[in-house]
Every structure is written in C-alpha cells, then in structure tokens.
C-alpha cells in the first residue's frame, strides 16, 4: 500500500505503525513488528511514521518510543492519539517534546476535538515552536474554521471522505410470500 501510495505525486505520506487495535502496550513480539514496518515505510518512501505506545499506567513509554524515534529517522515522527490515553496530557507533552517528537495528533482527550478544544488550546500554547500539536478527531470541514481560530494550531488532521459507488453488482433479492 505504501509502494503504490507512493505514486501519487505531490501528498506528503505519514504511516501509521500500530499491530493491532486496543490498549497501546505491546510486547515484545508486537514491537518487533512495528521496527520492521518503520524498516518498510522508510525503504518505500514514506515521509514519516506515526506512533504511539504507553505503559501499563498510561504514560509514554519513553524508552521504548526513543528506540523507534531513533530507528525512523531521518523521516518525521508524530505520536498518535494514544496521547489521549495518558493521565497527565502536560507531562506527556513534555515527555515527548524531550524525545524529539515531532509532532503529537490529539483530541484534547476527549472523543472530539470540539470538546477537547480547551486542552488543544493550552497544549498548542504550551508547545510553543517546540513540537506540533495537532487537532485531530471530528474535525470537518464546517467546523475546521473555528477550531483554527480557537486553538491556532499550525496543523490539522481530519479524514476528507467523500463517498463513491463501487462496481459491485448488488444481488437481486426476491421477497417470499407469506403464508
């Protein structure tokens, strides 16, 4: 998928690196295989990978990031919304400004943006030019504007779906008479 996102000239390509679904501890195994898909997102061309692990208590997993931090670069790091997953979102910001993060996707820890929009606000504030912190979660195009405006992010994140038919034939299906 990466190989032939690849072909489309002009967007930039971030990859996320996550195992599987869930909590965001893994174990060994798991983290074997997310240094084996930085490998491949770097050798196809990706522009950055897109990570995030926690401890058992909900903080960054600093050691274990700063390995993959490391075997990523030169490419861009941004840790994903399992920020919004720790208990102190200003000690985690830290965590990851100290590691070299480059960016951090959040939805001030709440299920939207919208709602998370007063703790994207301070984080943005509190970042500074130090990292990105960037609003993501429920962001559409009615309401980007306004998120903008509140929280002056220099980024944003939001899915641009636009629905297509596929070329499925859909089955003929014959109602049965009741008796």
């Not at 920020?83 to 985690?92: G, Q, R």
Request: no cysteine.
């Amino acid at each position: 998928m990466i190989h032939q996102a690849r072909t489309i000239v002009g967007i930039g390509l971030h990859v996320i690196v996550r195992p599987r679904g869930g909590d965001f501890l893994f174990d060994e195994d798991e983290f074997a295989v997310m240094q084996a898909d930085i490998d491949t997102a770097k050798a196809e061309g990706a522009d950055g990978v897109v990570i995030g692990l926690l401890t058992a208590d909900g903080a960054v997993d600093a050691a274990r990031t700063r390995e993959l931090i490391a075997r990523a670069r030169p490419i861009s790091v941004t840790f994903h919304r399992a920020f919004d997953m720790t208990p102190d979102p200003f000690e985690a910001l830290e965590t990851l400004v100290g590691l070299g993060v480059d960016r951090v996707l959040t939805s001030g820890q709440e299920a939207s943006v919208l709602e998370g929009l007063p703790l994207i606000a301070e984080l943005v504030r509190r970042a500074g030019e130090r990292i990105i912190v960037m609003p993501g979660g429920g962001i559409t195009a009615r309401n980007a504007e306004r998120i903008v405006a509140a929280a002056k992010p220099r980024e944003i994140h939001f899915a641009a779906l636009e629905p297509a038919a596929g070329g499925r034939e859909q089955p003929r299906r014959e109602l049965a008479a009741l008796p």
